[in-house]
């Protein structure tokens, strides 16, 4: 199946700054890519739908100017969560879906990026 | 109410033993169904799709799913220890983009 690559795989942070997770699909192309985040124990939960060329779509509760996504080019969509906050610590998961023909959409998903903030 | 909903576990099943995970939902939008196992730290790997209602066999997996009572199953016959991980079902609307919905992961440990 194709390839979702994100970096970095794991970052600790300073509370107050900001940190930047890229997400590429490696051998096709992405106009659209997903944002997930998950806790603990917890489920993916969509964050936002990243689209390349435009502005991204924020789930409801999602702090646009908090979680500023960027998707510059069709294999490469970043997220960079701004003034982070030890309550932003969680695992971070982009997915980007086939382009192929199929009739469910399979997505890929990258491998996850753990981000900690101090 | 969650629209998909999954029994979060941990299950813990002895080697070789048959494991039966669930989820139900509320849409009757929903129309394609995933099973994603997903192991510590890492993303989710697809494991299988079906788009009807019935039963899908790949090796030792079998994808069961009842429109009609929106209820959803994965069986893993002769379960092993590298099944272990956590297991997701995953659902997406027909005709509202590339959206999946997931349930929360069903923890599960297959013993030696």
């Known amino acids: 199946g194709a390839v979702v690559s994100q970096h970095p795989s794991w970052v600790i942070c300073k509370s107050g700054t900001s940190v930047k997770i890229e997400c590429r699909s490696l051998?096709?192309?992405?106009?659209?890519m997903f944002w997930y985040r998950q806790f603990p124990k917890q489920s993916l939960m969509l964050m936002a739908t990243?689209?390349?060329?435009?502005?991204?779509?924020?789930e409801q509760g999602v702090e646009k100017d908090k979680f500023l996504i960027n998707h510059a080019s069709l294999t490469l969509s970043t997220l960079t969560v701004t003034s982070a906050h030890p309550e932003d610590s969680s695992f971070y998961i982009c997915?980007?879906?086939?382009?192929?023909?199929?009739?469910?959409?399979?997505?890929?998903f990258g491998p996850g990026t753990r981000l900690t903030v101090l | 109410q969650k629209e998909v909903e999954q029994d979060p576990g941990p299950l813990s099943v002895p080697e070789g033993a048959i494991v039966s995970l669930n989820c139900t939902y509320s849409?009757?939008?929903?129309?394609?169904f995933m099973w994603y196992r997903q192991y510590s730290r890492k993303g989710p790997e697809l494991l299988m799709y079906?788009?009807?209602?019935g039963n899908k066999e790949d090796g030792r997996f079998t994808a069961q799913v009842d429109k009609s009572s929106k209820y959803i199953s994965l069986f893993i016959r002769d379960s092993q220890p590298s099944d272990s991980a956590t297991y997701l079902c995953?659902?997406?609307?027909?005709?509202?983009?590339?959206?999946?919905?997931f349930g929360t992961g069903t923890s599960l440990t297959v013993i030696p």
């Open positions: 051998d096709f192309q992405a106009t659209t």
């Open positions: 990243s689209n390349e060329g435009s502005k991204a779509t924020y």
């Open positions: 995953a659902m997406r609307k027909v005709n509202t983009g590339n959206q999946f919905y």
């Open positions: 079906t788009y009807s209602s």
């Open positions: 849409n009757s939008a929903f129309q394609y």
């Open positions: 997915s980007a879906p086939s382009m192929a023909p199929s009739s469910y959409n399979e997505q890929f």
